[in-house]
């Protein structure tokens, strides 16, 4: 009997603790959640730091859910979150791949959370068959892949005339997929460029500068390597700099890492394209926290901006001093009253 | 030249009635236990050196597949000792982040005034050395299985390096051994030879010393070991810390040759490493395979992927290629008597 009195205990508590917090938020303050890949990954870092500030901003706490790069984890934190907050919650979300977010809204819907996507969704999943998912927005991946591509081009020894190899991040994102399309328009573009062969070094710079040495044996005479991120092209330059060839053969990327803008400055890369990630988080929980306010009527949004882009910041050698000292030096305020200010085109 | 042992009227089997030395060599062969590595070596080098119209045996692309498969040999051979064991250490992911973060913080860069120069090397494998006496006494003392003791502490060691490292990517200022790394000795990578130096003495210490005996015989059959007047827990805890140490330096190689420090760096490690250990011959169930196995497995793995590179595969199948070479290592080399049962 005693032994049974205390084998019910422990259950007893842990259901008395599971409830209390659900009781307390509900009636409580909003949580801002952001959901993202991992804290090691200076991009993704950076959701999270936006999403800090905006909370210390608004006096609201802030949670971070990292996946790892591993969807199931994804799933079953938010699952927790949701039971911490009892839902009284608004989340801006970068799905691991594009699949991940058809769980996620299911689940955010059943919760009553508000929530903004960032970067991956299948193109035949609309934005409108839930009512809480207020925004899918992305940059747009195919014109990163296409101005790094023709910056790219332009460094040839005869410019738009010449042979690549390029290095693709993890198949199934949107923003491999996109910056991969923008790179195969420019090059239809410039029938001058040949594309000699591609490998996925999945956004990581060991795997990139193993499968760029590999290229390297099997193409030595490349006039420029193509990177879908800054991660990859910082692999890409160390095989260059074993081959004797960084300098001369350059490099592109995207995302706008501190450490490309010093390889811009030093000749080894030509261009990227900045994402503030920052303000992409504050965005996104603004609007999402709008809309749960009813300061934004999500039900009367048009397709074309429930589903969006939004441009990024191109940098190259000709402005990256200028842009170091306005993003990176310090976080520029941003204005969110105009959710629809930055608007660049309707995503599928 | 021997006789048939039989009695009158049996004739002598063919293998006896070969010349001297071609017995010798074969017996030597089958002592050096890497017969079949060399054997899967030389078909994986045939099929691409066909495959790729000689182009895979170009001078510039053995420089390639050397040089890339020198630092996952380090690695392989510091993963194989707790395999032999019976054991095996997870935790390479981890400690591999780990001291990448540190490399970043320790060495000349443009975010601190940290310069601690050639000191690193002995920070690494302290480091490393720390982080496996700490799996070695998990396993040992605390008898968690090694499996679930090394792979916690490797995603404890991420999550360290992670908060460390603050998402920052530190470019390497001092790059001394970044230049050690890459450097060619007469047209052959220098890290290669280095790699296949190490191989050479981490074998010698388990042919020669009694610290390599003992290893073998936890592999062999642990209650027999023990039996024998063995200090398990002693050895085990030496076998992991020896682990550490180990990955220590090839963390250390790795994130100075990238020239930048990353706290991704060790995720990208296990798998291939835990298949060039299969691959090379070590059986996960214990008590076979050495260093030589450890790294020729990394050598052929590496020239597995170069060679898949090289013709074009569609990289869509290449991480299965490599899952496909793991199960059939495995299944190759596993002892089945070992197991009880297949989990």
Known sequence: MRRFAWSMLLPALGLILSVTPRLADAAGKTTLVVMIRGLDNPYHANYAVGAKELGKKLGLPVDVLTSEANSQKQFADLKAEIAKTGGNMVVSCDPNEAPDVVPIAKMLEAAGAYWVNWWNKPPDVKVASYPHWVSHVQFDAVGQGYYNAKELFKTFKTPNQGKIIAIQGMLANNAAIGRFQGLQKALKENPGVQLLQWESAEWDTTKAYNATKALLAAHPDVDGVWCANDNMAMGAIQALKEAGLAGKVLVTGTDGNPEAFDAIKAGYMVSTEFQDSRYQAQFGLTMALAAKEGKLDVKSLPSKYRSWMIPGVKVNRDNVDKFVDEYIKSMPKYDLSNFFANWAGEAP | ?343
């Not at chain 2, 063919?14 to 017995?23: A, H, I, Q």
């Not at chain 2, 605390?142 to 990517?169: E, Q, T």
């Not at chain 2, 890459?182 to 190490?198: D, H, K, Q, R």
């Not at chain 2, 450890?294 to 199948?317: E, K, Q, R």
């Open chain 2, 1 to 343: 030249m021997t006789t048939a042992t039989a009695g009158p009227g049996r004739l002598t089997p063919f293998r006896e009635r070969l010349p001297g030395p071609v017995l010798a060599t074969g017996a030597w062969f089958q002592r050096t236990g890497i017969a079949a590595q060399l054997l899967t070596l030389a078909i994986v080098v045939g099929i691409f050196a066909m495959g790729t119209g000689g182009k895979y045996l170009a001078w510039s692309n053995v420089q390639v597949i050397l040089s890339l498969s020198a630092i996952p040999a380090i690695f392989a051979v510091g993963l194989h000792p707790t395999i032999v064991a019976g054991g095996i250490d997870l935790s390479l992911q981890g400690v591999a982040s780990l001291i990448a973060v540190f490399v970043g913080f320790l060495l000349r860069n443009q975010f601190n005034s940290h310069d601690l120069g050639l000191w690193i090397i002995l920070v690494a494998m302290l480091i490393g050395a720390i982080a496996g006496a700490v799996n070695g006494l998990l396993n040992a003392a605390l008898r968690i299985p090694s499996f679930i003791a090394s792979l916690g502490m490797g995603w404890i060691l991420y999550g360290l390096a992670v908060f460390m490292g603050k998402a920052v990517n530190v470019p390497l200022l001092d790059t001394r051994i970044g230049n050690f790394a890459s450097a060619n000795v007469v047209g052959i990578p220098l890290i290669a030879v280095v790699a296949a130096g190490f191989t050479a003495a981490v074998q010698l210490v388990e042919d020669r010393t009694r610290l390599g005996r003992y290893m073998y015989a936890i592999g062999g059959d642990e209650v027999i070991a023990r039996q024998a007047g063995i200090n398990l827990g002693v050895m085990k805890v030496a076998l992991f810390t020896a682990a550490g140490i180990i990955y220590g330096l090839a963390s250390l190689l790795l994130t100075c040759r990238l020239g930048i420090s990353t706290s991704r760096m060790g995720l990208t490690l296990l798998f291939p490493t835990v298949t060039a250990v299969a691959v090379g011959g070590v059986a996960l169930t214990g008590g076979i395979g050495g260093a030589k196995n450890a790294a020729l497995g990394a050598l052929i793995v590496t020239a597995l992927n170069d060679g898949l590179v090289l013709m074009h595969v569609s990289p869509y199948i290449q991480q299965a290629v490599n899952g496909v070479v793991l199960i059939v290592a495995v299944a190759l080399t596993i002892d089945r008597r070992k197991l009880g049962f297949i989990k």
